[in-house]
């Protein structure tokens, strides 16, 4: 049996790769996998996301070991094979690159192969640049680039200080508190 994923990026609308991978691969080659496809480098702290339908996150795959909690499920990339946790045809996953910035790969198990085998992983369709791997905030700022932190970033700012009346703040006394500390 063969796993075949199409990857995307939110941040490159022509960015695209196709991975065929052995089910019984660890999640740590596909993302070895996944590093090699876009030309990434293999030092920044990653993690797969198992996603429903909705892409919400389900359960997090962690490069490395992260939970001390022995009560409590945890998956290791490279102690955790792909058909643990992946089974379905159309499931979806996603596969954090870059922390800082929660930026990401959508994926998705577009077939399953019956019938045939491999070993390893291959990239069997490449299309598009993909993005940046990080993100260096100094060089945006210094290139004009901009992270939206403008006037605008905390909301409208044609706001009616009327708005802010004492009634809008849930019966604050004169005082500025409407409970009393409690004392230790």
Known sequence: ????????????????????????????????????????ANDQMTSFFICDDDWEKEKEITLEEMDDNPEMDSWVMKETQLSELVEDEKQKL???????????FFIELSEIITGKEMKGAKCTKKAGEAPKQTVDFEEMAAAGGSLDLDENF??????????????????????GSSFEEEKY
């Open 1 to 40: 049996m063969i796993y075949r994923f199409t990857i995307i990026s939110d941040e490159v609308d022509d960015f695209i790769r196709e991975i065929q991978i052995d089910p019984e691969a660890t999640f740590y080659d596909f993302h070895e996998a996944i590093l090699k496809s876009a030309g990434y």
């Open 94 to 104: 996603l596969s954090v690159f870059y922390y800082m910035t929660e930026r990401c």
């Open 154 to 175: 905390y909301g409208d700012q044609d706001f009616d200080m009327e708005d802010f009346d004492k009634e809008g703040f849930g019966g604050l006394d004169e005082a």
